[in-house]
């Protein structure tokens, strides 16, 4: 009986995938979708504000539905910050935080896609991204949850013990893997500023900006996790993040229609 080794012919057959160079292997990724636009439903900025912040929004997308492939994506908000400060309490492991935080911005999306259901808005899980081409082929408006499937295998973090890759962090990598330029994130601010504006009415607004910039200036608060910012430095398509206040009307649409309006954080 022979222990010979059988091998298929490639690049990185015989490779340990752990040398150096197994990651400088070159490789001209395909955009999958770069026309769908990839957009984010704050949980805390607009969910938890009810109908008031939720249903002009929901108005604008359905108004855009026709002319566009919408990608909706929810976040959790104070409801999933209450998880995270229980499960912290109990000395839960940052991988059953992550677990545990991600059931929140599904129900937003299960709401979400109640909502819009006149409108063809469909509730998609993870496993059924694959499906994207169909649901738009229908004009659907497919609906999931931001949080990426990590889960349980959450990276250990720097500090403390809170997920790092939350709903921001899904939806810039959703748009990554579609090939998409730009994410849109509908928050209740008119973007970035030096400091958070609630608290600090002195702060500066920031209407564009490189990454590699932002993160030199190490800001205290930002408003995008800042792991987000860290992949925009080495992005291969969406190299343009969009924070827009769905609060104001008429800033959505405008931001679907490729304006840079808010603040355009981009790769450098």
């Known amino acids: 009986m022979s222990l010979e080794r059988r091998t298929i012919e490639s690049p990185l057959a015989n490779s340990t995938l752990t040398h150096s160079q197994a ?3 070159s490789y001209d990724p395909v955009a999958l979708m770069p026309d769908v636009k990839v957009l984010k439903v704050g949980g805390q900025s607009v969910m938890d504000r009810g109908r008031a ?4 929004i929901l108005d604008e997308l359905a108004a855009a539905k026709d002319k566009y492939k919408l990608l909706l994506c929810c976040g959790g908000g104070t409801r999933a910050r209450h998880v995270y400060a229980v499960a912290s309490d109990l000395e839960l492991p940052t991988g059953l935080l992550a677990a545990l935080g991600g ?42 949850t931001g949080m990426p499937p990590f889960g349980y295998w959450e990276k250990p973090t720097e500090n403390g013990r809170i997920p790092q890759h939350r709903t921001d962090a899904g939806v810039f990598l959703s748009a990554e893997v579609l090939g998409v330029k730009r994410a849109i994130f509908i928050k209740d601010e008119d973007g970035l500023y030096t ?18 910039e932002l993160l030199k200036r190490d800001l205290v608060d930002l408003v995008l996790e800042r792991v987000v910012i860290e992949y925009l430095t080495r992005a291969r398509f969406c190299h343009e993040l969009q924070i827009v206040n769905g609060l104001t009307r008429g800033m959505v649409t405008r931001a679907l229609e490729g304006e840079d309006v808010g603040t355009i954080i981009y790769k450098d």
């Open 23 to 25: 990651s400088t292997f």
């Open 53 to 56: 912040a939720l249903f002009p």
């Open 103 to 144: 059931y929140v911005p599904r129900q937003n999306a299960r709401m979400l896609q109640m909502l819009l259901a006149r409108h063809g808005g469909i509730f998609m899980l993870h496993d059924d991204f694959e499906k994207l081409p169909l649901y738009f082929r229908l004009g659907c408006i497919p609906i999931m």
């Open 195 to 212: 400091d958070d504006p609630k608290k600090n009415p002195s702060a500066t607004h920031i209407p564009k900006i490189g990454a590699r």
